[in-house]
């Protein structure tokens, strides 16, 4: 192999290009203690954009008192929105994020679901139903005007009041974010507890539930080190969207160097790998990891980061 | 679930009982920089036999001067060997190695071999062929004594010095250990390269040379986060015999927290995500690697591990 690069053999039955739906801007930073500056926050959306990411999840326009660390929606939009072929989603809980969303000329938004009463209570302060019927305006307002709409689906394996969802619970509330108008539903696994057989599983049982593989796109964390193995047994179902956090940003707060996303970084190295297109430089996406990281004072978790960047991976570049 | 257990969802073709050969103890210490006391080793050693390992490799009989941290085999041996059970191997590089492991009354060894010119150069000072006339009397005389033979084949995807390697370099390699007498194969990601398109063409090439994935064992390093994907990719080629390091001990030496081995609580996870057998409880192993991170003053780099064990993954249990 080059250095830096993986030998590239190609397995049978999987998808020529992936496309990276990638969230450390907004997933990965939310989880941060420390307010990072808005310039900080821009200047890693457009070094994310230039190692070739084509979708670069913004920010999100939340009531600040909810996410204090993005209360600065307003300001970062307008830094990075003219990046050339870049979709940059936003999320928008309820209308007023909408109208918020829409005043910048988001062209991209995202909702998020819960598979689970317990999450939806605990996260959006509502029963599953009443956090549906809260997006059913905002996804209609939002196609009219002409937006593609992600839905995000929490706790679509396992939750950590409920133990195991049931599959068949996970597939009745992506059709009902299907039938509200979302184009793209992304599965999210947000306490690492599934494995592949689990993903194949719910992939098959949304598949026969007239929800295909390539309306899907699969989130990962890497909580129990499951994340890579469980995206090549979405990748062998057929799935081309795979969400991640560049240098695996976004951890739990209570194990200080676990880690909550997947690595982009360890996603690109498998794809790559595997023969799969997916526009990304590698080397120039470790060495934006590798910057943040100095920025926030800590190393990244990726352990393609830490093997690439070294003993850099901690400082300033 | 239940806590710290993933919810089972098996997937077709994959085997229904997989055995974990657990390295931590020999291949996991050597790398530690301090010398781990002979008694806790053996305290190791016991731990994992209670947490259901069968097949623990002990430690290695090379010269006390190549390996320092390994020089009390003589010492360690006699107080593991009595586990009911379980299986020790043991690495033996000459018939030096070989008269110390028999005088102790080992019933399983191995021996370390290089698919590389430079690797065989740079770990055992000799040529391939070289190692390969080196080990011919010790697995031939193993053989004869009734002992099991395992085969170490290095860096078969990939070299620091000589990058990608041919598939069927590896191949040859192989041939010339099992024609040598080696009962089982294990094939060694040393550097972490490896992709699963890259597994499951060297298991096809040596399926097609008459050597059947039941007489592999892979052996996968988690530098670029792969070894959980890449284990996916050989079971599902029918391979049933992996290699695994409690807490994921065998850092890199240049990365303080990067990770080496494969953690065989990552392992676990997946496998009995899976509904594959191991015997394991994996309670009592993530206990065991918690109890050792105490012992060596430093936290596992296993996901799991973190996961379950929490902040007391680096504390004396």
Redesign the interface.
């Known amino acids: 192999?080059?250095a830096g690069l993986?030998?590239t053999?190609?397995?049978p039955g999987?998808p020529a290009r992936v496309r990276i739906h990638e969230v450390g801007a907004r997933d990965g930073l939310q989880n941060e203690q420390g307010v990072v500056p808005t310039e900080v926050k821009a200047e890693f959306v457009r070094r994310l954009a230039e190692a070739g990411l084509t979708t670069v999840e913004a920010t999100s326009f939340v009531h600040p008192k909810w996410v204090p660390q993005l209360a600065d929606a307003e300001q970062l939009f307008p830094l990075v929105s003219g990046l050339d072929g870049v979709r940059l989603p936003v999320l928008v809980p309820n209308e007023r994020g909408l109208d918020r969303a829409l005043a910048l000329g988001a062209r991209d938004v995202a909702v998020f679901a819960s598979a689970t009463e317990s999450f939806a209570r605990a996260n959006l302060n509502r029963t599953v139903d009443e956090a549906l019927a809260m997006f059913a305006p905002v996804v209609t307002r939002a196609v009219e005007h002409g937006l593609s709409v992600r839905g995000y689906l929490s706790m679509c394996?396992?939750d950590p009041w409920e133990?195991?969802v049931p599959v068949e619970q996970v597939v009745a509330v992506c059709r009902r974010l299907r039938d509200l108008g979302c184009d793209e539903l992304s599965l999210g696994d947000t306490i690492?507890?599934?494995?592949?057989?689990?993903v194949?599983?719910l992939l098959t049982a949304l598949g026969e539930a007239g929800i295909p593989a390539t309306a899907l796109a699969v989130h990962f964390h890497?909580?129990?080190?499951?994340a890579?193995?469980n995206?090549?047994?979405a990748l062998q179902h057929g799935v081309t969207t795979v969400d991640a956090s560049a240098g695996g940003l976004g951890g739990?707060p209570?194990?200080k160097?676990?880690?909550g996303n997947l690595?982009t970084e360890?996603l690109v190295?498998?794809l790559?790998?595997?023969?799969i297109d997916t526009g990304v430089d590698l080397g120039r996406l470790t060495a934006t990891s590798v910057w943040l990281a100095g920025q926030l004072g800590r190393?990244s978790p990726?352990?393609?980061v830490?093997?690439l960047g070294?003993?850099a991976?901690h400082k300033e570049s």
Chains 1, 2 share one sequence.
């Open positions: 192999m080059t993986p030998m053999v190609p397995a999987l394996f396992g133990g195991p690492g507890v599934a494995t592949p057989g689990h194949t599983r890497d909580t129990y080190g499951q890579l193995a995206t090549l047994a739990c209570y194990a160097s676990a880690t690595a360890d190295w498998m790559h790998g595997l023969g190393p990726s352990r393609t830490r093997a070294g003993a991976s």
